[in-house]
């Protein structure tokens, strides 16, 4: 229904500066009942709270992002010597008193690793994080509340449910990764910020042997060198922790700066244990992986009847006569001389190539082998990826840090018996370090491609294994002496 305005003429006079326009004077009673029914525009009526409108808008009012934790700087400078002998020797008995006395040094974290082995430090909590961990079933649910596409409908048909159950995997592998590089980035964290402390040591006491005395200025500064190296580790641990937070909650649909850094605080203090031995899944042996990736696809079996349907109305022997022709026309096809065919093949036979019903078998024929083939390399890739990662976890953390913790505890024996110096100490404490880092990073590996598998399993593509990581990769280097 058109509702009929009429202009009023121009005026100068303030009073009817809004009468410019007004409803005509000849209004049905339905019109002007169906005006007062309209009410206010919905438009301007409050919106409900979405937080899609709230992160969108630019006026809402946030606190500042917090600021990113980096290490304080040691700020090492060449020491004086010390003014007389006497002086020089009281430095020196101070200095051996107070080696084992640092509050975060090597002794409080050899102690700690001597009572708990193979395991990484967790971080401190403030109380109010509670038990409230964030696993990564509950990331899961979280980021799935920002995807409806991703939800099945009542009346969907089975390959537009498919589609989407391809889609669910794909989301899956990609919020499981982000929780697992997340939780390995934050311990990657504090294995930097330990080498750092251990690092500190090192040149909190090479400068008490230079006001002794007993060093020079040159060792010293190796000393700081070490230290300002681990430094700019742990810089980047921070920062490599801080991106794999914000890549987490970009996933699950967090916006604002407070609630994503309170995922640090909520993800668990480590990964979940490696299992026993690496299975395909439950009811599922090896030899059956190909099978099972066959099956996941939404639509290889769909397109498997159809290439059926397509070969049973074939006449007879028209297969048989394309594949003697297409052999024949690769025989008589001429090498290169460095080797392979010089041209394409070619095809002469009218008969062959006027048959629209073999053509369609044949071009069916081709890409249904060419998925199949996919899927079964992508299988047997990808289990291999998870037997290959699984091992090498196993092996990190049976074999490199077992060795490694015994390295270090002959290096605390021949310390304590005065055959080894507090630094080559502290170079064992900080290789100790880096063979746990080595450990978190192996295991971190282990559990993408666990997640590659699923996905595979329930539908998606494998893309193949990412690039190795670079968090916590400076962690052992640091320590080198």
């Known amino acids: 229904m058109i509702l009929i305005l009429r ?3 121009l005026t100068t006079h303030p009073a009817n500066a809004a009468k410019r326009w007004r409803p005509a004077h000849l209004l049905s009673p339905l019109m002007v009942a169906l ?18 409108l709230r992160a969108a808008d630019p006026s809402t009012a946030v606190p500042a992002p917090p600021a990113l934790t980096l290490p304080a700087s040691g700020g090492a400078q060449p020491m004086d010597a010390p003014a007389d002998l006497q002086q020089a020797r009281e430095i020196w008995r101070k200095a051996n008193e107070r080696v084992a006395e640092f509050p975060r040094g090597h002794i409080d974290l050899l102690r700690w690793e001597a009572s708990n082995p193979g395991q990484v430090r967790p971080a401190p909590r403030p109380d109010s994080a509670g038990d409230a961990r964030l696993d990564v079933g509950e990331a899961l649910r979280l980021s799935l509340r920002h995807r409806p596409e991703l939800f099945t409908r009542t009346g969907m048909n089975e390959l537009a449910r498919a589609e989407v159950q391809v889609a669910y995997a794909r989301h899956r592998r990609e919020l499981e990764r982000a929780w697992i590089d997340a939780v390995a980035a934050r311990q990657a964290a ?11 040591v090192g040149s909190e006491l090479g400068q008490r042997m230079v006001r002794a005395g007993n060093w020079s200025h040159a060792k010293l500064m190796r000393e700081q060198l070490i230290e300002a190296s681990a430094w700019q580790t742990a810089a980047n641990a921070q920062l490599a922790s801080m991106q794999a937070r914000e890549r987490l909650a970009g996933l699950m649909g967090l916006w604002d700066a407070a609630s994503v850094a309170q995922l640090d605080q909520r993800l668990p203090d480590s990964l979940p244990a490696l299992p026993a031995s690496a299975v395909p899944g439950p009811d599922l042996d090896e030899a059956d992986i190909e099978s099972a990736v066959l099956r996941s ?14 070969f049973a109305g074939l006449s007879a022997g028209r297969w048989e006569a394309w594949v003697k022709a297409s052999e024949a026309a690769l025989q008589n096809t001429p090498d290169q001389a460095g080797g392979g065919l010089a041209t394409p093949p070619h095809l002469d ?5 006027r048959d629209h019903p073999l053509a369609g078998a044949v071009q069916a024929q081709a890409e249904l082998l060419s998925k199949a083939a996919q899927r079964r390399s992508m299988a047997r890739e990808a289990w291999a990826q998870v037997r290959l990662r699984h091992a090498s976890a196993q092996h990190a953390q049976d074999v490199v840090s077992q060795l490694q913790a015994a390295l270090e505890q002959e290096t605390l024996l021949r310390y304590n018996g005065m055959l080894q110096s507090s630094w080559e100490l502290l170079a064992s404490a900080r290789e100790r370090i880096g063979s746990l880092d080595a450990a978190l990073q192996a295991r971190r590996d282990y559990w993408r491609a666990h997640s590659d598998w ?16 670079s968090m916590g990769a400076g962690t052992s280097s640091a320590g080198a002496h």
Request: no cysteine; charged share 20%.
């Open 190 to 200: 504090l294995h930097a910020a330990d080498v750092l402390d251990a690092a500190r």
């Open 349 to 353: 036979d009218n008969t062959l190539l």
């Open 7 to 9: 202009r009023s003429p």
């Open 297 to 310: 696809h939404p639509t290889l079996g769909v397109e498997r009847q159809a290439a059926q349907r397509r």
């Open 454 to 469: 699923q996905a595979l399993l329930a539908g998606a593509d494998y893309a193949g294994p990412d690039a190795p990581a």
């Open 35 to 52: 005006a007062a029914l309209w009410g206010t525009p919905t438009w301007s009526q409050m919106a409900p709270e979405v937080p899609a």
